[in-house]
């Protein structure tokens, strides 16, 4: 009976074991290469498989995700032969299952010795300004390499990144002097343009200041002619206003008497102002044109008191 149950419990592990064996999951985003007896049977794909125990294996297991592989720091000699030390970043992902594992004994450091001699290559022909404006020629140009190699390993290489680029200190001392230089003649260049734009504007502003002045000034010509010209004209007027009742005057009786008597006023009293701001004495250069005009004036003035006093007698 023991016996029985011994035999009975080999049987049950070995019926455990042959399924565990029999049985493979497999996760989402892999694949699994069967042999059979030592030769590529099959590839499993994700979810519950069966293969037979011990006669078929899985002998490779692949990630079909994108993975990055760092590629080591290496030293790159440029076209104007300046060392250049360079380091980047590999995406790459496995289409072919069976090819990865049967192209390459190590499809990854494949991968990296051929990118690490591909980007010698391309730095080699290439100067070192260059190599810091062309990063995505550099980056292109790996990829394409690789690409087609890595075909026949069952893998795509998806892109390429460079991480840094380290030139010697002295190359970058002579970098850092000659980005100095170059911000130090922009800067000179800057404030000369600021220099020639803060006189043009002053210039500008001068010509636009004397042309309004100008024109503030012929403005105002033009008004002061105007009014001169307006108080000529007011002028005239009134003279030939005072030019017509005066006429008109003198043409009623007793007008051209009035008239004599006036002047002979305004004669008189221009001698007298004259007699008290000189000391010398003036007399007429004709002086019987004056008595004459002085008797007019008497005359006149005594027919203008006869006048007023007849009709004061008659009244009594």
Same mark, same amino acid.
């Given at each position: ?169 002295? +190359? *970058?001392?002579?970098? $850092? @002097?000659?980005?100095? /230089?170059? %911000?130090?003649?922009? =800067?000179? #260049?800057?404030?000369?343009? !600021? ?36 108080? +000529? *004209?007011?002028?005239? $007027? @009134?003279?030939?206003? /005072?030019? %017509?009742?005066?006429? =008109?005057? #003198?043409?009623?009786?007793? !007008? ?61």
């Amino acid at each position: 009976m023991e016996y029985f149950g011994s035999f009975a419990l080999v049987i049950f592990v070995i019926a455990i074991v042959f399924v565990f064996k029999t049985i493979n999951v497999v996760p989402q985003q892999h694949a699994w290469v069967v042999e059979r007896l030592g030769k590529y049977h099959s590839t499993l794909g994700p979810g519950l498989s069966i293969v037979v125990p011990f006669i078929d294996r899985i002998a490779y297991k692949h990630v079909l995700k994108e993975i990055p592989l760092d590629v080591p720091p290496q030293v790159c000699i440029t076209r104007d032969n300046t060392q250049l030390q360079v380091d980047g970043i590999l995406y790459f992902q496995i289409t072919d299952a069976m090819r990865a594992s049967y192209g390459s004994s190590n499809y990854i450091a494949a991968i990296t010795q051929l990118a690490q001699t591909t980007l010698r290559s391309v730095i080699g022909k290439m100067e070192l300004d260059k190599t810091f404006e062309e990063r995505d020629h550099i980056n292109t140009a790996i990829v394409n390499a690789i690409d087609e190699s890595a075909a026949n390993w069952g893998v795509k290489v998806l892109r390429y990144e460079i991480k840094d680029l380290t030139p010697p200190k002295e +190359i *970058l001392h002579a970098m $850092q @002097a000659q980005i100095t /230089a170059e %911000r130090e003649k922009r =800067a000179l #260049i800057a404030a000369s343009e !600021g220099r020639k734009q803060e006189q043009i504007n002053i210039a500008t502003g001068e010509r636009e200041a004397s042309i309004a002045k100008s024109e503030g000034e012929k403005q105002a010509s033009i008004n002061r002619a105007q009014g001169q010209a307006a108080a +000529i *004209l007011a002028i005239a $007027q @009134a003279s030939s206003e /005072a030019l %017509r009742v005066t006429a =008109a005057a #003198i043409r009623e009786p007793g !007008g051209s008497d009035a008239m004599n008597l006036k002047v002979a006023e305004q004669y008189v009293a221009a001698f007298s102002q004259l007699a008290k701001t000189n000391n010398s004495v003036i007399v007429p250069a004709n002086l019987g044109d004056m008595s004459s005009l002085i008797a007019s004036a008497l005359q006149v003035m005594k027919s203008q008191k006869t006048d007023i006093v007849k009709p004061a007698s008659l009244g009594k």
